[in-house]
């Protein structure tokens, strides 16, 4: 079984018996396919409530889109 781990040195993913060589594509696909990752599902409701309310250092609330960072006038 291959074990391929993230050399932040190089900044690439590597296998461990090899830290400075890139671990090439299939080595990678290999690995992916026998160590699936379980992610949470996509929760938009989620996602808006992030991207629209968020706490500043000194707890106000901040409530801007998209919309103000764009405008600079």
Request: glycine residues 4%; aromatic residues 6%.
């Amino acid at each position: 079984m291959l074990d391929i781990i993230y050399n932040p040195d190089i900044g690439a993913f590597v296998n461990k018996e090899t830290p400075d060589v890139v671990a090439p594509q299939f080595e990678m696909l290999e690995w992916a396919a026998q160590n699936p990752e379980t992610t949470m599902p996509y929760n938009p409701q989620l996602v808006n409530e992030l991207l629209t309310v968020m706490q500043t250092p000194d707890s106000t609330i901040v409530e801007e889109g998209v919309e103000s960072i764009t405008n600079r006038g």
